[in-house]
């Protein structure tokens, strides 16, 4: 069974400019979540999708970033504009259930120039 | 404000000898535990989980929870070069893990000396 896939692995972008995250969670997983680790602090939450919906978006740190999970498969967050402190590793997780633990994929390092 | 503490390390252990790994929580409510090995610049791998007092096992890895306490600790047996990662400590409120955005700790470093 494949993993949680995330793309890029890693993306160097200039200030100002719109970067665009992809997470494919584990076949079957109607949970996904979001989670960022910026240098020297733990990983945060940022929102949580149940299929298509978004269940908590309590952890997004501002309206620049979007995410969406339009057919309750893929999701894509989006960073627009970009600023310095975005950077950090951008990790996305899948659970099966609620019950069931979350699994992370291996994360997209972004670096904002 | 929900938090996870862990001590940052490094933890040195000599290669054949238990590792413990702990941790502390804020939130009271919090009913679900977890722990993830991480390798530098991979994944974070779920190990354990835990969700009642006293102690889980699994392998060489054995997980305590004591609710009362608001502690959690992950003790690995024979501990190998391999174990060498950082063990990061999550919690959330939901039982099951799923249905909330865990809170993380910062992670320990452990380095398994051969």
């Known amino acids: 069974e494949a993993g949680v896939t995330q793309f890029p692995s890693h993306s160097v972008i200039e200030k100002g400019q719109t970067v665009t995250l992809r997470c494919d969670p584990i076949?079957?997983?109607?949970?996904l979540y979001w989670y960022r680790r910026v240098m020297g602090k733990e990983i945060k939450f940022l929102l949580h999708f149940v299929k298509e919906s978004k269940q908590d978006e309590s952890g997004m740190p501002n309206n620049r970033f979007l995410a969406e999970r339009t057919g309750g498969t893929y999701s894509t967050l989006k960073v627009q504009p970009a600023e310095l402190e975005d950077s950090g590793v951008y990790f996305c997780?899948?659970?099966?259930?609620?019950?069931?633990?979350?699994?992370f994929g291996p994360g997209t390092r972004l670096t904002v120039l | 404000q929900k938090e996870v503490e862990q001590n940052s390390g490094p933890l040195s252990v000599p290669e054949g000898a238990i590792a413990s790994l702990n941790c502390t929580y804020s939130?009271?409510?919090?009913?679900?535990f977890f722990w993830y090995r991480q390798y530098s610049g991979k994944s974070p791998e779920l190990i354990m989980s835990?969700?009642?007092?006293g102690d889980k096992e699994d392998g060489r890895f054995t997980a305590q929870l004591n609710k009362a306490s608001q502690y959690v600790s992950l003790l690995i047996r024979d501990s190998q070069p391999s174990d060498s990662a950082t063990y990061l400590c999550a919690v959330n409120p939901q039982r099951g893990g799923g249905a909330d955005g865990l809170t993380f700790g910062k992670g320990t470093h452990l380095i398994i000396q051969p």
């Open positions: 997780a899948s659970s099966q259930d609620l019950s069931q633990p979350q699994y």
């Open positions: 939130d009271r409510v919090s009913q679900s």
């Open positions: 076949s079957g997983h109607d949970n």
């Open positions: 835990i969700y009642s007092n």
